[in-house]
Each structure stands twice: as C-alpha cells, then as structure tokens.
C-alpha cells in the first residue's frame, strides 16, 4: 500500500521527510469523511501538499484538519484548521454496527478507541446500571447499549451543549431512547442524582477524571461495582499511579479496590500513553 510519505516523495525536502506521521485520524463514512492530521511546526510550510496527498490516498476523505495545540476549556475541544479539501464540519462516522453523528470541530471525539469501546461494552453484564462520565457524542454509552441489549440502563453525562445535542440525536439515530438517559450538566452536580444507581462507572476522560472519583464511588450501588479508570501515565510508571489513585478514594470511602485488568489504550506523545483501569469496588464487611 502507499504511504503519504510515499507519496510526498519529491514534494517535500529528504531531511523533513521523515517529519510527516505515520498515522492520522480519519473520522467519517465512505461516503463523506474528514482527516485529523497532527504536524510538527517544521512541516507548516508543506501543510497544504501534505492534505491534498492525504486524499488522494483516502477517496472519501472531502477535507482535511490539522491540530493546533492541546484540548482546551472544560468541553476538551482542540483548535482545528482545514489545510486540504472543503470545509467539511458534520460527519457520520460508523463503528461495529452503529452510527455516530458530530462536528469534528467542536466535540471531542477518538476513532482510534474503537476497539476499547468494544472492550468495555462486552464486559456489561445484563440488567445492569452503567453511568458514562464525560459521554460526549455517546460512544460509549452507544457502544454498551448495542453490545448488551439487556443492560438496564445507561445514564450518560456530558457538560458540552454542542456534543450532548448529538448524543440525543445518535441515540435516537440508532433506536436506542429505551436504554440511554442523555444527561446535559456537570458529572459533579448530575452525579449526585444517582446516588446508589450504578453496578459500572465508565470515566473514559483521562486527563482530570481523578477529580471525579468522589463522585463515581457515590453513584455505585452500596456493595459496590466496576469502575473503569483512564490516565494519562509515563512510561516508567505506566501500571502504577492509576491504580493507587483509586485505591486511596476507596479506602477513605470504606471499599476494598481490587483491579481487574490494566491495559494501554492509546499512545499520547513520546513515552506517554492513555492507560485503563478496570477496578472492582466492594463494600468491606460485605
């Protein structure tokens, strides 16, 4: 297969050549997509080429998008400017079986984490209570309620006005009203709400979800439950700080934490990556 830097052989200097990344996002369906394109400030001068060979490569892709910065404000959204292509915004991106409408340029949202979706919504068991944190456009939450059809319910909580309006238009885009409360609010006021409501706690926001951990163990039924836990970790110290993390909140909640599995999910930058947490939660005395 071509690679983009195959294809920008001749078009860009040999000793920046090497600068152009492997991999990028491609959020969309066949028909109409978009890529997501990180570029170190070396190749800026070469943004435009480096967009049109992206989609000559990707026929479906219709623009292109270069991140600049990190995600900012408490709605996690990163700047993003269109390098290549039309100023194609909304999307419908397909995944294992369900659909997921959003504006690329105003939500936060990873196909890359597909497969960790999948992970997480095959360990749902029937008839339980799941609470997604930070549910976003509602993949999560989506995800759960298609893989396990018998799940009770899945409360889904997201502070962003824009990605809370296409959570409650994919959960309706895949006839799933019955099993998903779509929440608008702070996880730290709407949380309260559910107090004893859940068997699993879903916290898929890595960077900050500790400040929320109070909240999670309050929502858990009164024996306890499943949290599922990202981090943002080091290399050196990958498996050890999320764990301990949790660990301490149940102690000082009077749980016992036991952790289940712990896996990379994602690279972040050079010896840092996404990790999770799998943790049963049990009341002690019971």
């Given at each position: 297969?071509?690679?983009?830097?195959?294809?920008?052989?001749?078009?860009?200097?040999?000793?920046?050549?090497?600068?152009?990344?492997?991999?990028?996002?491609?959020?969309?369906?066949?028909?109409?997509?978009?890529?997501?394109?990180e570029l170190p400030d070396e190749l800026e001068p070469y943004s435009k080429i480096i967009g049109e060979k992206i989609m000559e490569i990707h026929k479906s892709v219709k623009a292109v998008?270069?991140?600049?910065?990190?995600?900012?404000?408490?709605?996690?959204?990163?700047?993003?400017?269109?390098?290549?292509?039309?100023?194609?915004?909304?999307?419908?991106?397909?995944?294992?079986?369900?659909?997921?409408?959003?504006?690329?340029?105003?939500?936060?949202?990873?196909?890359?984490?597909?497969?960790?979706?999948?992970?997480?919504?095959?360990?749902?068991?029937?008839?339980?209570?799941?609470?997604?944190?930070?549910?976003?456009?509602?993949?999560?939450?989506?995800?759960?309620?298609?893989?396990?059809?018998l799940v009770n319910k899945v409360v889904a909580i997201e502070i962003n006005p824009v990605a809370y309006k296409y959570m409650v238009e994919n959960i309706r885009l895949n006839k799933l009203?019955?099993?998903?409360?779509?929440?608008?609010?702070?996880?730290?006021?709407?949380?309260?709400?559910?107090?004893?409501?859940?068997?699993?706690?879903?916290?898929?926001?890595?960077?900050?979800?500790?400040?929320?951990?109070?909240?999670?163990?309050?929502?858990?039924?009164?024996?306890?439950?499943?949290?599922?836990?990202?981090?943002?970790?080091?290399?050196?110290?990958?498996?050890?700080?999320?764990?301990?993390?949790?660990?301490?909140?149940?102690?000082?909640?009077?749980?016992?934490?036991?952790?289940?599995?712990?896996?990379?999910?994602?690279?972040?930058?050079?010896?840092?990556?996404?990790?999770?947490?799998?943790?049963?939660?049990?009341?002690?005395?019971?």
């Open positions: 297969m071509v690679t983009l830097r195959d294809k920008l052989k001749g078009y860009l200097p040999d000793n920046i050549l090497g600068m152009v990344p492997t991999s990028f996002d491609i959020v969309g369906s066949k028909g109409k997509a978009v890529a997501i394109i998008y270069r991140k600049m910065g990190e995600r900012r404000g408490e709605y996690r959204v990163r700047e993003l400017v269109l390098i290549a292509g039309e100023e194609v915004r909304e999307v419908i991106h397909r995944e294992h079986g369900y659909v997921l409408k959003l504006d690329v340029t105003q939500v936060y949202f990873s196909p890359r984490e597909a497969t960790e979706r999948q992970r997480v919504a095959g360990k749902v068991k029937p008839g339980e209570n799941v609470i997604v944190m930070f549910a976003g456009v509602g993949p999560y939450a989506i995800a759960i309620a298609r893989k396990q059809p009203e019955d099993k998903i409360l779509p929440i608008l609010g702070d996880v730290r006021l709407e949380a309260l709400k559910f107090s004893g409501f859940a068997d699993r706690v879903v916290m898929p926001l890595p960077k900050g979800a500790y400040m929320f951990l109070q909240e999670a163990f309050g929502s858990l039924k009164p024996s306890g439950g499943v949290i599922h836990f990202y981090f943002w970790d080091r290399e050196d110290t990958l498996f050890q700080r999320g764990f301990e993390v949790v660990r301490k909140v149940a102690e000082l909640k009077g749980y016992q934490a036991s952790l289940l599995e712990a896996r990379v999910v994602a690279p972040y930058a050079p010896h840092v990556y996404k990790v999770v947490f799998d943790v049963q939660i049990k009341k002690v005395g019971i």
